[in-house]
């Protein structure tokens, strides 16, 4: 007979297992516009890191270590599906915040970030369209250890390039992926066998 621990144990399976689809403090998009005067935040020559072209963000209003960004595009097959695997020196939040995440232009639907002088600046053209948090919805995370499964999930709206942010020097490698990540659908299914072994068990119960 099914009683409430075996459903208890099931609920914490389903969770388990789920658990690095769900986003978390490790990852969390930065917006590149408004975030001071040109003069105080703009972006630096190109420089490669381990062989990757990335944009260093300059930002003198921002507190260290978050004052200078590795600005990086995701290869453009990122938005045919391909799963992509990055790695990282490190994934551990920093003060609870996030340490990379999608670069949005923050700029309403202009692919280019601005200052804040008056009238601003178009300070360059390494983010991804779309304003604050619009772009999440279109990517899934899967971070286990210092690496980070990403999927382009798709969808009415989703930007054509991707460019994601992190702390400078923390990115050591993107390469396409070979595991599949759990996809929103994987919820509804844990979902439903959860409910149905609560009700198989109340049935049990009152029989």
Not at 24 to 40: P, R, T, V, Y
Not at 56 to 69: E, H, R, V
């Given at each position: 007979?099914?009683?409430?621990?075996?459903?208890?144990?099931?609920?914490?399976?389903?969770?388990?297992?789920?658990?690095?689809?769900?986003?978390?403090?490790?990852?969390?998009?930065?917006?590149?516009?408004?975030?001071?005067?040109?003069?105080?935040?703009?972006?630096?020559?190109?420089t490669t890191v381990?062989?990757?072209?990335?944009?260093?963000?300059?930002?003198?209003?921002?507190?260290?270590?978050?004052?200078?960004?590795?600005?990086?595009?995701?290869?453009?097959?990122?938005?045919?599906?391909?799963?992509y695997t990055?790695?990282?020196?490190?994934?551990?939040?920093?003060?609870?915040?996030?340490?990379?995440?999608?670069?949005?232009?923050?700029?309403?639907?202009?692919?280019?970030?601005?200052?804040?002088?008056?009238?601003?600046?178009?300070?360059?053209?390494?983010?991804?369209?779309?304003?604050?948090?619009?772009?999440?919805?279109?990517?899934?995370?899967?971070?286990?250890?210092?690496?980070?499964?990403?999927?382009?999930?798709?969808?009415?709206?989703?930007?054509?390039?991707?460019?994601?942010?992190?702390?400078?020097?923390?990115?050591?490698?993107?390469?396409?992926?070979?595991?599949?990540?759990?996809?929103?659908?994987?919820?509804?299914?844990?979902?439903?066998?959860?409910?149905?072994?609560?009700?198989?068990?109340?049935?049990?119960?009152?029989?």
């Open positions: 007979m099914l009683n409430r621990s075996t459903i208890f144990a099931a609920a914490l399976v389903m969770f388990a297992v789920a658990a690095p689809a769900r986003a978390n403090s490790i990852h969390g998009e930065k917006g590149a516009s408004g975030q001071g005067l040109a003069s105080d935040a703009h972006f630096n020559p190109v381990n062989g990757i072209t990335v944009f260093p963000f300059a930002n003198s209003n921002a507190t260290p270590p978050f004052d200078l960004l590795d600005i990086f595009q995701i290869p453009s097959a990122f938005t045919s599906g391909t799963n990055l790695t990282f020196n490190s994934l551990a939040n920093v003060g609870g915040n996030p340490v990379y995440g999608i670069f949005d232009c923050d700029n309403g639907s202009n692919p280019f970030a601005i200052s804040a002088d008056s009238p601003p600046q178009n300070i360059g053209s390494t983010c991804t369209p779309g304003p604050l948090g619009s772009n999440n919805p279109f990517v899934n995370f899967s971070e286990i250890g210092n690496k980070s499964i990403i999927s382009f999930l798709g969808g009415t709206g989703a930007p054509s390039t991707f460019y994601f942010w992190t702390l400078d020097g923390n990115l050591t490698g993107i390469a396409p992926a070979t595991t599949t990540t759990p996809e929103p659908s994987t919820f509804v299914l844990f979902g439903s066998v959860l409910l149905g072994l609560a009700l198989f068990g109340r049935r049990l119960a009152h029989s």
